[in-house]
């Protein structure tokens, strides 16, 4: 079956800097997304990664490795605003996004 | 960016009614709209994909004679829940492509939908 996997909870501080992991299993792959969705609004879109490696944006990075399908989000310089859930997704073969369940990322004062 | 739209933001009805949700694509084309469902502090799940003027390909377990799907044309689809029940409460969201199939999905900032 196919299984997108993500931490379900993170805290951290105003000023520093967050990792949020993902792993993946999936029948093909087509690149991966990061969206940002604050509560009770839909998502936004962040960043898309096909090949391995760093895309930078701003605050924000992705991080992509097929071969272990693995990413992740790095965060840096967090802000209040930040708070939010973020979501992995995985495009497969039959270009049919899977979703993982989000991670609720706590950025405390 | 491409910016989607929904409407209604919010809808409230009794159980039995029909509920129709708008999703346009303002400033783009959309060759293809997703319509999705998220249930509180679950991910998103795909209910559908439609191309305009083609009947829509529904995931498995969504009930096609329930949520009717529409795409008349490149900047509109609409979703309509019949006979709505308290379970079909949750948050509907819409999103649409630019494109081919690796392009990034947009999305319509939801519709909430509470069914009394």
């Known amino acids: 079956g196919q299984n997108i996997d993500q931490p379900t909870e993170m805290t951290a501080t105003e000023g520093a800097i967050v990792q949020i992991n993902c792993t993946y299993q999936t029948s093909g792959f087509n690149g991966l997304f990061w969206y940002q969705q604050h509560a009770g609004e839909a998502p936004t879109f962040l960043s898309y990664n096909v090949l391995d490696g760093l895309e930078e944006k701003g605050r924000f990075s992705s991080f992509l490795s097929r071969s272990k399908g693995y990413s992740y989000l790095l965060l840096k310089e967090l802000q209040m605003k930040d708070s939010a859930s973020y979501l992995c997704a995985v495009m497969d073969s039959n270009y049919q996004l899977i979703w993982g369940a989000g991670t609720k990322l706590i950025i405390k004062p | 960016g491409a910016v989607v739209s929904q409407h209604p933001s919010w809808v409230i009805c009794k159980s039995g009614t029909s509920v129709k949700i708008e999703c346009r694509s303002l400033?783009?084309?959309?060759?293809?709209m997703f319509w999705y469902r998220q249930f509180p502090k679950q991910s998103l799940m795909l209910m559908a994909t439609s191309n305009e003027g083609s009947k829509a390909t529904y995931e498995q377990g969504v009930e096609k004679d329930k949520f009717l799907i529409n795409h008349a044309s490149l900047t509109l689809s609409t979703l309509t829940v019949t006979s709505a029940h308290p379970e079909d409460s949750s948050f509907y969201i819409c999103s649409a492509r630019v494109g081919g199939a690796l392009e990034t999905q947009y999305f319509g900032p939801g519709t909430r939908l509470l069914v009394l």
């Open positions: 400033d783009f084309q959309a060759t293809t």
